[in-house]
């Protein structure tokens, strides 16, 4: 089993920055690929990006494509988002994940973070 937290998120202006980070518990993270996934208010959660288990292959939301940023640290057991540019629209509690194959679709991830709250103003 794995328990996941995030943090890092906050308030931000339009066009900053903002890294968030998921601590993973556990001697198994290696083994889980890992997700990020938002949720705006009165909107589904939907895919930002994910990364495989090693690192080397990330993919994003068309959305978030060229300003996200997904890495991960696997000696350390997280997973790092990092958020540049940031849009009104990206206003929503953010999520990482852990599943078994990297998917858009929220069925494909066994394990959930809690949530940290990302707030865009202008």
């Known amino acids: 089993q794995v328990q996941l937290v995030e943090s890092g998120g906050g308030l931000v202006q339009a066009g900053g920055s903002l890294r968030l980070s998921c601590a993973a518990s556990?001697?198994?993270?290696?083994?889980?690929?890992m997700g990020w996934f938002r949720q705006a208010p009165g909107k589904e959660r939907e895919f930002v990006g994910g990364?495989?288990?090693?690192?080397?292959?990330?993919y994003y939301a068309d959305s978030v494509k060229g300003r996200f940023t997904i890495s991960r640290d696997n000696a350390k057991n997280a997973v790092y988002l990092q958020m540049n540019s940031l849009k009104l629209e990206d206003t929503a509690v953010y999520y990482c994940?852990?599943?078994?194959?990297?998917?858009?679709?929220?069925?494909?991830?066994?394990?959930w973070g809690q949530g940290t709250q990302v707030t865009v103003s202008s």
């Open positions: 556990g001697r198994t993270f290696s083994r889980y690929v």
């Open positions: 990364i495989n288990r090693s690192g080397g292959s990330t």
């Open positions: 994940a852990a599943g078994g194959s990297i998917s858009n679709a929220r069925r494909s991830y066994e394990y």
